[in-house]
């Protein structure tokens, strides 16, 4: 059983590794994670509409950073796509700001400690973040900023000052980061009080940081702001009801994760374990030399920040009006519950044998693989669009029908619900990939544009004539019979207008 040298880090038997080798554990272990998005290389939503007009519009959003990083990087005062280069960029500055992590959490740090904070990267649902080729390497600077303002002391009024505005920084890229940041705080929390450090103070000036980073921001973004952003719920009698209503369906999501027997056991084990160090704690603190008052403020503190965590997973985003709480890029802060269960979970695992702590690396590879397999579904979803893209765009040059036709229509399925037919075992076994995908839609117009097929617009963009908002049984009603039929999509022509009716499950073949 290896001996405790100090409260918050374990002995250390043997070389303690120098910053630089923690870097490079770090920059690889990011580098093996990102490498199925590079690999797959798949515009996702946005992507396809910012790459053809090299546009970035996210300054209108409140993200002017994420616009400013791309005006500088491309020298171009635009947009242009030059994925993957943000990515490796996000990638060598979140390596480092781990880095200053380990060295905050760990008075002795070493190799197995870059385990614990390897969680905020490899959270499953920071996957739907990164598969953004323009927004998630931001979103990913957004997270190392938080990092960075975390690891700056807070007793010092420059290191202080510095992270307020670190945290204005990481929210000039990606206001959600907040959440991850509220997480961050209560886990430094927890370390101050395994280190026997004064943690009422400590939670106090980071409320403050917290609150001088959100006037940064303010000050940083809401000139430009153009869009303002979704109403907030209501502040009425049903006000709890909708939080916990939400707070039940991203449970439920959540609980995808746990979709395999061999996944509900290494979550099983793994909060034990977490029991155990939480456990551990708070017997070393209720048996403090301290008085019985501060015996029991440590206690509540404790317990209060291994609440705060969970609820920093949404936070600010349960209170939108909208439906936008449910995206999974929305859920940062789960990274901050992961870190949260192997931080616990090493001193037990240390207790045991000074190797133990390795064993973390069975959970990241579960994480990994299914960053393995997100890519593959990416990739399969890229040649499933670039297919039916050829066969529409065979079918329109060769009919003559729509020589004339001036615009072309694409309606999505009602149905479509991320169908990918390749996709479909991975799916299977493991729901909480295609909610991570979110791929509603088969076609965008420029997927067609890529084709070299333009004038493709989608309902969003409908003429006067015929009236907007036209939708599947508004276009069979005005058209009659369609001019082409395929498995795929039905085209209809009405006047000079044609409209493309995509299918998925509805003409899908039944399984043998």
């Not at 400013?68 to 990087?73: A, I, R, S, T």
């Not at 947009?79 to 990638?91: E, S, T």
């Not at 990164?130 to 807070?154: H, K, S, W």
């Not at 789960?334 to 931080?343: I, R, S």
Request: glycine fraction near 8%; charge should be neutral; hydrophobic fraction near 50%.
């Amino acid at each position: 059983m290896s001996a405790v040298s100090q409260p918050g880090s374990l002995s250390r038997n043997g070389e303690v590794p120098s910053p630089p080798v923690l870097y490079l554990i770090c920059l690889l272990a990011i580098g093996v994670h990102v490498l199925p998005l590079v690999l797959a290389d798949m515009p996702y939503i946005d992507d396809y509409w910012r790459a053809q007009a090299a546009g970035t519009g996210w300054l209108g959003e409140g993200r002017a950073l994420t616009q400013w990083f791309y005006e500088l990087l491309t020298f171009s005062g635009a947009g242009p796509n030059i994925f993957p280069l943000p990515l490796l960029i996000a990638v060598a500055v979140t390596a480092h700001a781990l880095v200053r992590l380990i060295q905050r959490f760990f008075t002795v740090p070493r190799a197995v400690d870059a385990l614990v904070v390897l969680p905020l990267w490899y959270n499953p649902f920071f996957l739907q973040n990164l598969t953004f080729q323009y927004d998630g390497p931001t979103m990913a600077l957004g997270m190392a900023a938080m990092i960075y303002a975390v690891t700056l002391e807070p007793r010092r009024m420059g290191a202080w000052l510095g992270g307020a505005v670190l945290v204005g920084v990481g929210l000039g890229f990606y206001q959600v980061t907040l959440n991850l940041f509220v997480g961050l705080c209560c886990l430094d929390v927890l370390r101050a009080l395994r280190l026997g450090e004064a943690a009422w103070p400590l939670l106090a000036r980071r409320v403050c940081q917290l609150l001088i980073g959100c006037a940064v921001y303010a000050l940083l973004a809401l000139p430009f702001m153009t869009d303002p952003r979704q109403a907030l719920l209501p502040l009425d009698g049903n006000l709890l009801l909708v939080v916990v209503q939400r707070l039940h369906v991203l449970g439920a999501k959540v609980a995808l994760l746990l979709a395999t027997p061999a996944n509900q056991l290494v979550a099983l084990a793994l909060a034990g374990l977490a029991l155990l160090g939480a456990g551990a704690d708070l017997l070393r603190i209720l048996r403090g030399q301290h008085a019985w008052v501060k015996t029991l403020a440590g206690a509540c503190c404790y317990l209060l920040a291994i609440v705060g965590v969970p609820a920093a997973v949404s936070g600010f985003m349960l209170m939108f009006a909208g439906e936008m709480y449910q995206g999974f890029r929305t859920l940062m802060g789960f990274g901050c519950v992961l870190m949260l269960l192997f931080y616990l979970a090493q001193r037990p695992l240390a207790a045991w044998h000074r190797h133990a702590p390795w064993l973390l690396v069975i959970p990241l590879l579960s994480m990994l693989a299914l960053a393995y397999a997100h890519g593959r579904n990416l990739q399969a979803q890229g040649e499933l669009g670039k297919a039916l893209s050829y066969y529409l765009g065979q079918d329109i040059l060769s009919h003559r029908e729509f020589e004339h036709v001036q615009v072309f229509y694409l309606i999505d399925p009602d149905d479509s619900d991320g169908w990918l037919p390749a996709a479909v075992g991975a799916d299977a076994r493991l729901p909480v990939l295609k909610y991570i995908r979110q791929s509603n839609y088969m076609l965008f117009p420029q997927m067609m544009n890529r084709a070299g097929i333009e004038r493709f617009y989608t309902p969003a963009h409908f003429k006067s004539a015929p009236p907007n908002g036209w939708g599947r049984d508004d276009v069979v009603a005005h058209a009659g019979a369609a001019v082409l039929r395929r498995p795929f999509y039905d085209i209809y022509l009405v006047g000079d207008d044609a409209y493309v009716l995509l299918n998925s499950r509805r003409k899908e073949p039944a399984a043998p």
